[in-house]
């Protein structure tokens, strides 16, 4: 019953910045990891970045050259800072969490983002 609600996408230029946020709610459990994916229509969707509940950061691709993970347990909610945007960054981003020795993942409605050069 846990939900998920993203916001903090839009229309960027690039080298631009934007700050995604996740908030969490219902039975939200203690050991919750969370994350971000990314897809583009007609491909698959992609990890970004995840952190647990204790701040372990799992980066893609070198990600953290130029984004931030983050998270604030005390208000379910996890923050994607990204800076130097590329129009290859245009997808929909997507939050998601799962319990830490669990596998299924639940995911948010998703928030566009959209680059442009």
């Known amino acids: 019953q846990v939900q998920l609600v993203e916001s903090g996408g839009g229309l960027v230029q690039a080298g631009g910045s934007l700050r995604l946020s996740c908030v969490a709610s219902?039975?939200?459990?203690?050991?919750?990891?969370m994350g971000w994916s990314r897809q583009v229509p007609g491909k698959q969707r992609e990890l970004v970045a995840s952190?647990?509940?204790?701040?372990?950061?799992d980066y893609k691709d070198n990600a953290e050259e130029r984004l931030t993970i983050s998270r604030d347990n005390s208000k379910n909610t996890v923050y994607l800072q990204m800076d130097s945007l590329k129009p290859e960054d245009t997808a929909v981003y997507y939050c998601?969490?799962?319990?830490?020795?669990?596998?299924?993942?639940?995911w948010g409605q998703g928030t566009q983002v959209t680059v442009s050069s």
């Open positions: 952190i647990t509940s204790g701040g372990t950061i």
């Open positions: 998601w969490g799962r319990i830490w020795n669990r596998a299924t993942r639940v």
């Open positions: 219902g039975s939200v459990p203690g050991a919750f990891v």
